[in-house]
T-cell receptor, first 111, second 116 residues
Framework: GQQVMQIPQYQHVQEGEDFTTYCNSS?????IQWYKQRPGGHPVFLIQLVKSGEVKKQKRLTFQFGEAKKNSSLHITATQTTDVGTYFC???????????FGKGTKLSVKP | NAGVTQTPKFQVLKTGQSMTLQCAQDMNHEYMSWYRQDPGMGLRLIHY???????DQGEVPNGYNVSRSTTEDFPLRLLSAAPSQTSVYFCASSYSMSSGSSNEQFFGPGTRLTVL
């Protein structure tokens, strides 16, 4: 079945450093979504990417969807302590499929 | 709008006990789902529903039952709790299951379940 792999599992950075998490699917995706989960909280939607090669920005966050629609990345520039949490990607294989979540990347930021 | 609500927030069960985790949404969403989250395992889909009266199994359905008698409610039943079901359970809803624009999932606050 469809699998979504996400790396790294953990990332520890100094405040001000950049951070990137990568997501790879075993099959072509119709879209990909990104979620953030703060410690002790629930996942919160960040963004959805649909088009091949799409790039979207939200302040210091940059999201990319690969040309083949099988991979995606989230890059945070100049991390802040408020960026702490676990970032999940979630891909949808078909036009009417369930979202398949990656295992997440847990980000910690040292002040 | 309250969004997605879940009760209880915490629960401790003994092996063999049964219970129902409640989930409700007030956004008139067609699609509702249950996930369990375990350390290092991400979010795994247990069951989902695309509308009242329609449910289907996800990745890890064994030991759980669901029903969807109304659009708003989607309870998850543990038939005979086992220690392997110790986890954090999230209910989520979205407008539909399609890959259309803005079809984000809204998650409830979660239920932290411990089975002894």
């Amino acid at each position: 079945g469809q699998q979504v792999m996400q790396i790294p599992q953990y990332q520890h950075v100094q405040e001000g450093e950049d951070f990137t998490t990568y997501c790879n699917s075993s099959t072509t995706l119709s879209n990909i979504q990104w979620y953030k989960q703060r410690p002790g909280g629930h996942p919160v939607f960040l963004i959805q990417l649909v088009k091949s090669g799409e790039v979207k920005k939200q302040k210091r966050l940059t999201f990319q969807f690969g040309e083949a629609k099988k991979n995606s990345s989230l890059h945070i520039t100049a991390t802040q302590t408020t960026d702490v949490g676990t970032y999940f990607c979630a891909g949808r294989g078909g036009s009417q499929g369930n979202l398949i979540f990656g295992k997440g990347t847990k980000l910690s930021v040292k002040p | 709008n309250a969004g997605v609500t879940q009760t209880p927030k915490f629960q401790v069960l003994k092996t063999g006990q049964s219970m129902t985790l409640q989930c409700a949404q007030d956004m008139n969403h067609e699609y509702m789902s249950w996930y369990r989250q375990d350390p290092g395992m991400g979010l795994r889909l247990i069951h989902y529903s695309v509308g009242a009266g329609i449910t289907d199994q996800g990745e890890v359905p064994n030991g759980y039952n669901v029903s969807r008698s109304t659009t708003e409610d989607f309870p998850l039943r543990l038939l005979s709790a086992a220690p392997s079901q110790t986890s954090v359970y999230f209910c989520a809803s979205s407008y539909s299951m399609s890959s259309g624009s803005s079809n984000e999932q809204f998650f409830g606050p979660g239920t932290r379940l411990t089975v002894l």
